[in-house]
């Protein structure tokens, strides 16, 4: 495969279940690196990724994956892909370390390899003491960072993972937000990420494409989605009232200003008015922690705007 070859495709692709159309006429093109894949639940996440795979035949349509056709080399596809399954699919009575040892050996990693490369993938996931313990008793966190190790353990091309934040609380979520960026950052795997929530993989996701009722409703590169708002947030040194203090200083020289939490947002009208909260600050001897655009969140490019005009999106607050 050359370069920029896209590691998948699929044109008109459709995929009936007797009584519901999970994939409608879906064309698009996976390159290389970290792609979101949301949508509601029913989108047809999960049975994109089953196609892609070769678990299910597709009603229509054309298929590649990393060049390959799932309808007739499934078998070879799998050897350079991974698969975090959304649902649990890990036995109990096995520990980490046994399951991802055996998903090792069944790849055809040599023993020994086998064992060096199990025992890396869960370092890497971060199971370390945990991993000896039967899997039965592994928090939902853990159960997932074993599914992870699993789905990595034979160093594929590319992996697919199916809603791997489901059921974690924020922190663990976060965390495994982390793993997923270190898998592509680390190991070069591209990776082929799914969630039902909007705004979840903006921060991890190069690339986010959307789906409805299976039908392709964008495709586009995470930083066009969250376009910049036009504003920058400022943060100023201490828990003060520097932040209030900027914020008049700015209005006083006609600039648009707000509060927004402890920081202040401003309306970046002119090149001139980046310079100006940079002079305001020193004249004001407010150290500036933070100068950062403001670009709009995923759930803000999705969600339907608030039904009621009176709390749209006009910022309020100290603007004039
Ligand atoms: N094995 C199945 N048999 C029949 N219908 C299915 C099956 N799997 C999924 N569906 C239906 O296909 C649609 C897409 O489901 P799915 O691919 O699981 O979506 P997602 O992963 O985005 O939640 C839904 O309407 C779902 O009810
Ligand atoms: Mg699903």
Redesign the pocket.
Known sequence: MTGDAPVLETHALT?R???????DDLTLQVHAGITGVV????????????VLLGL?PATSGRVHVLGMDPAVQARDIRALVGYMP?HDCLPADVSAADFVLHMATMSGLPRQASRERASDVLRHVGLDEERHRAMGGYSTGMKQRAKLAQALVHDPTLVFL??PTSGLDPRARDDMLDLIARVHADFGISVVV?S?LLGELERTADRIVV?D??RLLRASTTSDLTQSTGTVVVEVLGAGDGDRILGQALLDRGITAWPAGDDVEVRIERPEDLDAIRDVAVELDLGLVRLQERRHTLDEVFLPPPSSPAVASAPGGVAP
């Open positions: 995929k279940y007797p009584s519901v159309t999970a994939l949508g509601v639940n029913g989108a047809g996440k999960s049975t994109l990724i089953k299910l959304e199916d809603e799914t039902h789906l009722s299976g």
